[in-house]
């Protein structure tokens, strides 16, 4: 069962622009992740076997590979393309050199739904 | 808990490992550290002083730890303070005005140079002739390098490991390096004296005049020195002299305190004083079951047991001496030795090898046929391979030359420290051996830990060796046992049998039923598709299949690129097409805006650049099944023409080819596998240097060969054995395949499994069936034939509506995708 757990609560200090409902959970099959193409950008948001939801830019800082297609293993994405790990809390690259991911606050909204808090 | 108060005497290579080995085990939640270092440096890696003095290495670099080091750990040093008594009643170590009580003291007092007695060393005011040095510290680097410069002739007394690095490090500075050795050969510690002479010749070569059997009597000159005397009375001019005749322990400190001291401190096998157990003596200036080393190895065991035992990692742990390994780092001189160098056993196996003309010259002692000893001269590239049978006292191979000269098609082995260091490693990577080296110095101690780091390794993989080879030798033999190199998975702490065991016994189905087992719920990335693979072939049509455990290749079945598009590669049995097909094929090209159709390597058609989205309407239009190009499973069976046209034709490869990919299509193994079947010995099919190849001969008779590869990694496979018939072919290609399926490492190719356990053990499991294994092996691989399903039926019905979806558009989640209004 879908849990909503304490890093996923909306944010305090919430804004209203740039907040997006991207419809409920079970859209991304659990452990994976989808691509969302957003007024902007893409995101890559990602559904854990834990329950716990994480987004990040969509694409790997190193050569572009699509994230939201890499094996997600607790809170970790392996880019699909040359195996670059980040972590999806704060975006860290684990293994050699890359960029950091940009990151974002994703929550369950009261009706249950996964949104999303892009920069504006 | 009140913190204990540890006391360091000694901030050398010892003291200092101890302490930075304390700390990484967590010891500063135990203890107090406060150090005394006689130097006013931080640490110092005192084996590369050579490469200081040669000019190979600045300075700075062989910092281990800076000053800040200790600051931000919260460690007090006194920098520049000997300590002068210890208060064993009191409990308290002195220095000038520095007064530490302790609760357990680490002595780290090392050792100092032998100076020999010698008529003339001193001056009137008691202080050494101008121009005479021993070699020892970072200052002495300095002040040789300094003394030289201008100057013409040096001396150096002492023919030992040292002296010759010390005399290499000369010859960068002034013309003329003479070194003086009492003993009849130089290196008589480590060499046989056929070595040693052979050695002597390579150093006389590169302009190092040595003069064995030479006993130094007196220093000759009278502020300055002038030159030496030697007992045969002749005498030597020159302008500089650095000693160097071994090492004493620094034991003063301790003797004064009443320890127990013999040569070194007298300690037992937890480096702990015998009279005092609240004392400790680590590194040069301990005696351990008799033995004093000289050497980095046996110190950083010792420092390393130490603080397993202080910091309570495991209180148990002992030291039980060390095998003495020694490389001579001298540029332009390859020597390592390990252990005995002489037999006088006849017991003992000598092996011997020497090319005089390239100054090479190798010797191995075999004893219960375990290495015992070795001299590597002139060629180290076996010095890696040996030093690991050395120190495990692994059981040798029967053909003992292997151990000098790998057999086989394997590429001569080149030595890491041949390499300069901007020579590219990992060329899928583009790492250099310089930034491999970087990492270890850096504090990276496992092999699998530099990978991480620099990613070197974790592209193909055929360069892993050469990165194990150079992280070994950076971290001169330290290299910490990577225990995950043991796992099946990093993520799962088990090996491949133990983890077996624990999902047959556990009935563990999925991959996330494994790491709510045995990992307390702690779910790895990196594990996920490992695991998979595994449980696939453990439970068969019973497995749990999660599709969040594979890659993305298998949960669309087709191959990524570089573009996240993908690559459609139809099933085309044995390589044999009809026009039919070909049509179809061109049809779908066309609809689906491919942008490239490829004929691949094995023999198939590869329709490139397909998106995600279209992948099942592809699959449908193509009406062929999938040929797996994307997975780690049976391929592919490449085929030559065969009997039905070809005049060589001996046996049908063709209709060969079609009934093996028709029964093992779809058959999954710790990694991918390519066939061939081919016609005759002329082998177009490449049979020999596949996976799994059969070979017509004549007589209606089929060679079956394993192992092979042309990738990354070229090998001939290992003949496993000729038979009869197409069945037989089959039949004992499947027995293969479940076997590397049930024994492989996860990503273990054929090339490398067959070599690990050796052809004639498979031999004997799969044709003699000595392991009563054979008939279990055929019912397991028939059962995983029958339960082959085409994996693109799929496409029909997706497993979730969005398993071939990429990318949801904005406009997917209905109209609540708007902003949120507040």
Known sequence: ?120 | MTKQRLVVVGNGMAGARTVEEIVERGGMERYDVTIFGEEPYGNYNRILLSEVLSGSHDPQAIFINALDWYAERGITLHAGVPADNIDRADRVVRGGLVHEPYDVLILATGSRPLVPRLDGLHRADGKWKQGVFVFRSLDDCSRIAGYAKGRARAAVIGGGLLGLEAARGLLTHLPEVHVIQRESTIMNLQLDSRAGRMLQTTLQDMGIQVHTGTATTAMLGREKVSGLQFESGEILDCDMVVMACGILPNVQLARDAGLAVERGIVVDDQMRCVDDPNVYAVGECAQHRGQVYGLVAPLWEQARVLAEHLSEANPAATYEGSRLYTRLKVMGVDLATMGAKDSDDPEDEVILYSEPSRGVYQKLIVRDNQLAGAILLGDTAAASSLVQLFDRGTPLPQRRADLLFPSGATPAVTAPEQLPDDVQVCNCNGVSKGTIVASVKSGKRSLSAVCAATRAGTGCGSCKDLVRRITEWASDGQLEEDVTAHYYVPGVPLAKPELIAAIKELGLRSVSAVFGALTGGLEDAGSKTGLASLLKTIWGAEYEDERDARFINDRVHANVQKDSTFSVVPRIYGGVTSSAQLRRIADVADKYNVRMVKITGGQRIDLLGIAKEDLPGAWQDLDMPSGHAYTKAFRTCKTCVGTDFCRYGLGDSTALGIAIEKRFQGIEAPHKMKLAATGCPRNCAEATTKDLGAIAIEGGRWELYIGGAAGSTVRKGDLLCTVDSHDDVLRFMGRFMQYYREQAKYLERTYSFVERIGIERLRQALVEDRESICQRLDAEIEAAVRAYEDPWREGRAPLHRHQFVSTLPAGDAGERLAAVSA
């Open chain 1, 1 to 120: 069962m879908m849990r909503v757990l304490p890093n996923q609560r909306q944010p305090a200090a919430v804004r209203s622009e740039g907040a997006f409902n991207l419809g409920p959970p079970g859209q991304i099959p659990i452990g994976e992740a989808r691509e969302f193409d957003l007024p902007g950008q893409r995101v890559a948001v990602y559904h854990a076997r834990d329950g716990r939801l994480y987004a990040t830019q969509a694409s790997c800082p190193h050569l572009g590979g699509k994230l939201a297609d890499g094996v997600v293993g607790g809170a970790v994405v392996i880019c699909p393309l040359h195996g670059y790990r980040y972590d999806l809390r704060d975006g860290r690259v684990l293994n050699g050199a890359c960029d950091r991911l940009r990151t974002f606050p994703v929550w369950l909204s009261t009706g249950g739904d996964v949104m999303v808090q892009l920069e504006v």
